[in-house]
């Protein structure tokens, strides 16, 4: 299993509940999961586009599982360390352990829908290490791995939703700017735009900016761009929303991401800083941490100027 998986710090990341991507979730077809176990069985090998694609798949069923249980898992997703998090195991047990050290705080009914649940999120994974072993390689994303010449921002590109070219200059223009990566199919997602919206207005008057990377948008996706555009303009979200190219060093950064939502801070200098907030900005505690994060990185940046 790859170390950047979002339970993880960024540094030493606590590497992604999507997620994933999920370069986009949304349940994936059963019959297409099949197609793509049956080629990998056939083949024994597959090519990187192959591979990614059949990766794609398996986070979007982890995701699914998240969401179609989404109130339990939130609570799960509360109570993670991660100091205890260990990239050598299965996410599974990692799941299983931070249930078993919490199991109080649950009933019966929630305890039998995570056990479940794990399991398959347990044979989900296997599959996932399979293919991963395949492609480590020529994997270049390591969000642990924040040094300039690795920094997945630094050679940024995209455009916005409205067809305007972005590049790595989003991010020199603000001492701050807060990437929250959703999917449109995701209900924790879609229920903190409005606040993400508040705090983007918030941080323009205090030198930063929120933009969103909605990763079933990738590779100029237009479809996809004009649903997320308007579950945006439902919930009075105006802030930039990006579509980036799945091959790039974000876009592959986004596909490590392994649970939605999560929202990461970026410097002047493109620079991922301090630690990923796992979950939506709707909750106190998260909220409360983001900010904190964002008036270190604003302290720190004008002690540079």
């Known amino acids: 299993m790859k170390t950047n998986k979002k339970f993880l710090t960024i540094l030493t990341l606590l590497t992604l509940c999507i997620a994933l991507l999920l370069t986009a979730c949304g349940a994936t077809d059963a019959a297409g999961t099949d197609k793509t176990n049956e080629s990998l069985t056939e083949t024994g090998t597959v090519s990187a586009d192959s591979s990614n694609t059949a990766l794609d798949d398996l986070y979007q069923q982890e995701n699914q599982i998240f969401a179609d249980h989404e109130a339990v898992w939130n609570k799960v997703f509360g109570m993670m360390s991660k100091s205890d998090a260990d990239p050598s195991k299965n996410y ?44 480590t390689a020529t994997d270049h994303t390591a969000p642990e791995n924040n040094s300039e010449a690795d920094s997945p921002f630094r050679n940024f590109s995209g455009q916005d939703f409205d067809g305007n070219s972005v590049d790595e200059s989003l991010f020199s223009a603000n001492a701050v700017t807060v990437v929250n990566f959703w999917f449109t199919g995701c209900k924790p997602c879609v229920a903190e735009l409005s606040m993400l919206n508040e705090l983007n207005n918030t941080l323009k008057a205090m030198g930063g900016e929120v933009i969103g990377i909605n990763t079933e948008t990738f590779d100029g996706n237009e479809a996809a761009m004009k649903e997320a555009a308007a579950v945006l303009e439902s919930q009075g979200a105006k802030y930039r929303n990006i579509s980036i ?55 720190a940046d004008s002690a540079n100027q």
Do not use: C, H
């Open 92 to 135: 599974a047990d990692y799941l299983a352990d931070t249930v078993e050290a919490n199991k109080d705080s649950f009933t019966e009914d929630e305890l039998k829908t995570l056990t479940d649940d794990m399991e398959t999120i347990r044979k989900i994974e296997e599959q996932i290490t399979e293919l991963e072993q395949g492609t």
């Open 245 to 299: 190219d799945s091959a790039s060093d974000a876009g592959k950064y986004a596909s490590d991401i392994m649970a939605f939502p999560t929202t990461i801070l970026v410097d002047r200098n493109g620079n991922i800083v301090g630690d990923p907030i796992l979950g939506g900005i709707d909750n106190q505690d998260n909220y409360d941490s983001l900010m904190q994060q964002i008036q270190s990185v604003i302290d």
